[in-house]
């Protein structure tokens, strides 16, 4: 079978590297997805452990279509009795970009009338009554080339499920372990987030340091699915947790708001694991750790505070980051003129998505004595 895992544009390469690791090499990486064909297995783990990905869907069919006649027929002649049992409740979401068939509402409801009907030709019934669990099935059009698919997740993977407290503007579970595999991180390199907001960055560093599946203890979409052996979940649930660990990890999380830090010692609970919390604005941040990797999501002047504040903000960031020469700087903003009034031009950048801004990651290369 054929999946496909979306992810924000600039972090395909993370998603490509976590499936490698599961022992999925057929992946083909396009922008904002990485394809890859594997079973029902490969399914559950890619949900269990892909820490950047945003969802994961199941190819029933692709076509081309630009006309609503031509939609209806091929989605009608895909096999979807393999998939939906003729009680199964359809809920059908779509996009559309560069087509033709640019409605998307029109061309959600000609898929679910086309499913329909597949369904009672299939199973020789005159209706579908919809009294099961739900399927989501996806349609997407892009230049005309339709793709249907089943929604294997649900809730999009960033749901965790341990942030249930969050603060303004949160970065997002899936970008926050994306700015930890770009720097580079290993388990036993020390790690801080002097503006840790809710936690998510030094929680999403301790659980890959600990080798914890990120959405181990959330359920999923295709868990529901009747045609599915439900030992699939247990199986791979059981596998992640014989290989989770519970090391004793150098990072560290500070915020100048006590709220903040109160919620991330909540989240951190949640998520099973123990990090070091402190109440601390980021003029004060001092460590005896070395070699570091230091992860920051500073108010971008957009959101949260004036423009006058947040260049004064980057400029104090640069005075304290510079008495730490030998950690990595990693600092994501969508503020164009970030590297002017920091100082310092960046050794590497990476574009990436926050929230629907365009946004930059700067990395600062660290010196070595």
Same mark, same amino acid.
């Given at each position: 079978?054929?999946? +496909? ?21 057929? +992946? ?38 630009? +006309? ?44 679910? %009338? ?116 439900? +030992? ?32 991330? %010692? ?19 941040? %001092? ?83």
């Amino acid at each position: 079978m054929e999946f +496909t895992a979306t992810a924000k544009i600039g972090l395909e390469s993370t998603v490509a590297f976590q499936l490698h690791k599961l022992g999925i090499l057929d +992946t083909e990486t396009l922008d904002a997805r990485v394809k890859f064909h594997g079973g029902f297995d490969e399914m559950a783990k890619a949900l269990l452990w892909l820490r950047t990905a945003e969802r994961l869907l199941l190819t029933v069919g692709t076509f081309r279509a630009d +006309t609503f006649d031509a939609l209806f027929e091929q989605t009608k002649a895909l096999p979807w009795s393999r998939y939906l049992s003729p009680r199964t409740r359809i809920h059908v979401n779509g996009k559309s970009a560069k087509s033709t068939l640019f409605s998307v509402s029109d061309c959600q409801s000609i898929v679910k %009338k086309a499913i329909v009907e597949s369904l009672k030709a299939a199973y020789r019934v005159a209706a579908v009554p919809e009294t099961e669990e739900e399927v989501i099935v996806e349609v997407g059009i892009l230049r005309d080339e339709v793709t249907l698919a089943l929604d294997c997740c649900g809730a999009g993977l960033s749901r965790r499920g341990y942030r249930t407290y969050n603060v303004p503007a949160p970065l997002s579970e899936t970008l926050g372990a994306g700015l930890i595999l770009l720097s580079r991180f290993f388990p036993d390199t020390p790690l801080i987030d002097p503006m840790c907001g809710s936690g998510t960055i030094p929680i999403e560093a301790a659980m890959i340091a600990n080798n914890i599946a990120p959405s181990q203890n959330r359920s999923f979409a295709a868990e529901q699915w009747k045609f599915l052996d439900p +030992t699939v979940f247990s199986r791979a649930r059981e596998e992640a947790r014989d290989v989770m660990r519970h090391d004793p990890l150098c990072i560290q999380g500070s915020d100048i708001d006590p709220h903040c830090i109160d919620l991330c %010692k909540k989240h951190a609970k949640k998520a099973g694991v123990m990090l070091d919390w402190k109440v601390r604005p980021v003029k004060d941040l %001092k460590t005896s750790w070395r070699n570091g990797v230091l992860i920051c999501n500073p108010p971008y002047g957009e959101r949260l505070s004036d423009e006058k504040s947040v260049n004064a903000l980057y400029r104090e960031m640069r005075t304290v980051f510079d008495t730490i020469p030998d950690w990595q700087i990693n600092l994501i903003t969508s503020n164009r003129d970030f590297e002017k009034i920091y100082g310092k031009p960046a050794d590497k950048r990476r574009k990436l998505s926050n929230g629907g801004m365009v946004c930059t990651v700067y990395q600062y290369f660290a010196k070595r004595g």
